[in-house]
């Protein structure tokens, strides 16, 4: 099966830069994605990776490292609206097919 | 707004019932994904339909089915219920089946079980 690991949840500071974790261990790596879900609401897409290396956009960095099934999400400039929940999801190949399976996410809550 | 729509929003029922949850894609996607979040279990895929064709299956319980429609439409059908079937359920659609498409998530739908 697919094992994702990411902090429950974090702390950080308005104006300040935070760094999200993710660790996976899985077989048929196809991708992973970065989403973000305010409380109640669907997950809204932030960004994909596929090959090594950063990819950024806007205030939101992500990072991966295939060799080490590792990926984080960096948030810069916080605000307090970036508090939310933040789900790192890993797609895997199966059978013709690509099966998501989501971290159980990190809560991030930005204070003044 | 993702363009991805559900109905209804919320609904409350008892045990032993079926009931059933609808979803309509962004225009264009021909793939659509159910998903159950709940407070322990987090967002789990149920199942996946690409062009009216089940493509993949995720932890699915026999109690749930779902179908695409050809106006690409699609229901999510759970019966016998149970008091853990309480959940959020969440449809997203994509483009096509490919790894790189990314998935635009519905409102969802809030399913509480009495």
């Known amino acids: 099966g697919q094992n994702i690991d990411q902090p429950t949840e974090m702390t950080a500071t308005e104006g300040a830069i935070v760094q999200i974790n993710c660790t996976y261990q899985?077989?048929?790596?196809?991708?992973l994605f970065w989403y973000q879900q305010h409380a109640g609401e669907a997950p809204t897409f932030l960004s994909y990776?596929?090959?090594?290396g950063l990819e950024e956009k806007g205030r939101f960095s992500s990072f991966l490292s295939r060799s080490k099934g590792y990926s984080y999400l960096l948030l810069k400039e916080l605000q307090m609206k970036d508090s939310a929940s933040y789900l790192c999801?890993?797609?895997?190949?199966?059978?013709?097919?690509?099966?998501?399976?989501f971290g159980r996410g990190t809560s991030l809550i930005v204070h003044p | 707004d993702s363009g991805v729509t559900q109905t209804p929003k919320h609904l409350i029922t008892a045990t032993g019932q079926r009931v059933t949850l609808r979803c309509s894609p962004r225009?264009?996607?021909?793939?659509v994904y159910w998903y159950q979040q709940s407070l322990d279990q987090g967002l789990q895929f149920l199942i996946q339909?690409?062009?009216?064709?089940?493509?993949a299956k995720g932890n699915i319980l026999e109690r749930f089915s779902a179908q695409q429609f050809p106006d690409l439409h699609s229901e999510l059908n759970l019966s016998s219920l149970e008091l853990g079937d309480s959940a959020l359920y969440f449809c997203?659609?994509?483009?096509?089946?490919?790894?790189?498409?990314?998935?635009?998530f519905g409102p969802g739908t809030r399913l509480t079980v009495l």
């Open positions: 997203a659609s994509s483009l096509r089946d490919r790894s790189t498409d990314t998935q635009y």
């Open positions: 899985t077989s048929g790596f196809n991708g």
């Open positions: 990776n596929v090959l090594d």
């Open positions: 999801a890993v797609r895997v190949a199966s059978g013709g097919s690509y099966i998501p399976t």
């Open positions: 225009s264009g996607d021909l793939s």
């Open positions: 339909y690409y062009n009216g064709e089940e493509r």
